[in-house]
T-cell receptor, first 114, second 115 residues
């Protein structure tokens, strides 16, 4: 069975400091992993995706994530947080059952303080 | 290119009623998936439609149903509404189905409140 675990439900950082949102996955297959962001009352926006081409994945708005098979992790990072980064972030694994289904983590709410 | 659109954006219904939500995918996309988002259960897969056929359904009761039209637009129906059906319903479109690497694009959601 495939699953993702987001290790922190809430993360709080100061503007200009680094962001680290942690995600561990479980998958019997070579996984596809995604990070999505959701701003209040908005839909989900894809930040980045891992599809086995490169272990360090760069996304939009300065975010990146590193796929570590040995640690079954896919942590999201950003060198310097902006106020506009405050949102909920979801680590997601693509289901391998032959149809389009995403399996979501529980989410991490990121707060950015001035 | 226009994104995924969902109508209506907000709905208020009472228990026992039924509701229909609509989703128009990105032009050229033939796969539409539906998800339910609640504070308690998070984001859960409801079902996927591709070329007017339901590909699979998540663990939801038969009160939840859907369909897809020849222009790829999809509707989701919930009958005999319960309080627990209050949620944000998101649809996502994709160009193809069946691949774990398929990127899905989400609409803004429909917020359903059941009183």
């Amino acid at each position: 069975a495939q699953s993702v675990t987001q290790l922190d439900s809430h993360v709080s950082v100061s503007e200009g400091t680094p962001v680290l949102l942690r995600c561990n996955y479980s998958s019997s297959y070579s996984p596809s992993l995604f990070w999505y962001v959701q701003h209040p009352n908005k839909g989900l926006q894809l930040l980045l995706k891992y599809t086995s081409a490169a272990t360090l994945v760069k996304g939009i708005n300065g975010f990146e994530a590193e796929f570590k098979k040995s640690e079954t992790s896919f942590h999201l990072t950003k060198p310097s947080a902006h106020m506009s980064d405050a949102a909920e972030y979801f680590c997601v694994v693509g289901f391998s059952g032959g149809y389009n289904k995403l399996i979501f983590g529980a989410g991490t709410r990121l707060a950015v303080h001035p | 290119k226009a994104g995924v659109t969902q109508t209506p954006r907000y709905l208020i219904k009472t228990r026992g009623q039924q509701v229909t939500l609509s989703c128009s995918p990105i032009s050229g996309h033939r796969s539409v998936s539906w998800y339910q988002q609640t504070p308690g259960q998070g984001l859960q897969f409801l079902f996927e439609y591709f070329s007017e056929t339901q590909r699979n359904k998540g663990n939801f009761p038969g009160r939840f149903s859907g369909r897809q039209f020849s222009n790829s637009r999809s509707e989701m129906n919930v009958s005999t509404l319960e309080l627990g059906d209050s949620a944000l319903y998101l649809c996502a479109s994709s160009f193809r189905t069946g691949g774990i690497r398929n990127e899905q694009f989400f609409g803004p959601g429909t917020r359903l409140t059941v009183l």
